[in-house]
């Protein structure tokens, strides 16, 4: 382990705040519609890269300790949690940096349960709904990731992790900090920040790198080879990419989308594992908005036809305003 490393870890080891205040003012008659939390493992202890017993608690804050890796059983579902009434996402804290989908069979907040009955239940279909998208080596939707050489780095090599998140009325917010991810031979810090918005799909994406780096890139991962269509041109302020069919662990029809800035974008290209968006270097924050709509969501949208033409009235707010929330 570096010095830099060490003292860090040192010096942030388990950042645990509980969760006993919310900044969540809205009435009891009042139907809560977005929700974002993180939970871990209490009571138990570490053995190597995972750790054993212990209970979930879930706290605000969390500085992830130095040994926790994928499948280290200390993470509820592995990472933070948000969802609004529609649909539900999760981030992989750990080397992976992946966003998955829950999908919702209600439009209740079903997170505080999922994954409290075994670690992995979630990917088994229950009555407020599933895991429903497989990520493998991709990003998911909507993460990041850089691209060199033709392959795409993750977060394997990280000085640190922070990951906090908040519940307001009108939004749930994760924030994570990545200090000294290294790539190429090179670092940079990264800030990253996801929103979602009552009765709405998207989550609002901003990051930004302490580092003007290339290759930084976000997708949608493409497992099914389902065709990747692209919308808007250098005459738009927005544009998107989005693939949709069936490419869910339960055969069902899913729509995934990711609208981006054009002045943002350097290119858009099939990765080798997701259809990918890669940003200009800059030092600026880049903000982005992905979504997934699964057939078998609430009044959901059920056809292709219905997907797309959701997308196109985005994506003429985005123009139009620069802004969906």
């Known amino acids: 382990m570096n010095s830099t490393k060490s003292i860090i870890a040192i010096t942030t080891l388990f950042t645990l705040v509980s969760c006993n205040s919310s900044k969540v003012t809205t009435n009891q008659n009042e139907k809560q ?44 579902y592995e990472g933070p949690g948000w969802e609004s009434n529609k649909i539900g996402y999760r981030l992989y804290l750990d080397w992976r ?46 993460s990041i990731g850089r691209m060199v050489n033709n392959e795409m780095n993750h977060f394997k090599e990280v000085d640190a992790t922070f990951t906090k998140v908040e519940n307001f009325n009108n939004k749930s917010v994760v924030s994570i900090d990545y200090t ?3 790539t190429n031979e090179q670092k940079t810090n990264l800030k990253s920040e996801l929103s979602i918005f009552p009765d709405e799909r998207y989550t609002k994406h901003t990051i930004q790198l302490s580092e003007a780096l290339n290759g930084i890139c976000t997708g949608i991962v493409n497992l099914y080879n389902l065709p990747m269509i692209q919308k808007g041109n250098d005459s738009n302020k927005w544009a998107y990419i ?53 057939d078998k969501e609430v009044g959901g949208i059920t056809t292709e036809k219905e997907f797309f033409e959701y997308l196109d009235t985005l994506l003429n707010k985005l123009n139009t305003t620069n802004k969906l929330n």
């Not at 519609?33 to 190597?48: H, L």
């Not at 999908?103 to 088994?124: C, R």
């Not at 599933?130 to 990520?135: G, N, Q, S």
Request: no cysteine.
């Open 33 to 76: 519609k977005t929700y974002a939390e993180i939970s871990v493992k209490e009571g138990g202890k570490w053995n190597g890269k995972k750790y054993e017993g212990g209970t979930f608690k879930n706290i605000n804050q969390l500085q992830v300790p130095e040994n926790h890796t994928d499948h280290s059983f200390y993470i509820r």
């Open 242 to 294: 989005a693939t949709y069919g069936k490419q869910t662990l339960f055969d069902d029809n899913l729509g995934m989308a990711i609208f981006y800035e054009v002045i943002d974008a350097e290119k858009v290209y099939q990765g080798p594992h997701d259809h990918l968006i890669q940003f200009k270097p800059t030092t600026q924050p880049i903000d982005f908005y992905f979504l997934g709509a699964w």
């Open 180 to 182: 000294g991810w290294k």
């Open 97 to 142: 940096n992946a966003i998955d989908i829950f999908g919702k069979l209600t439009d209740e907040m079903v997170l505080p349960k999922v994954g409290q009955d075994g670690f992995d239940s979630y990917h088994n279909m229950d009555e407020w709904g599933a895991d429903i998208l497989k990520v493998g080596k991709g990003l998911g939707i909507g």
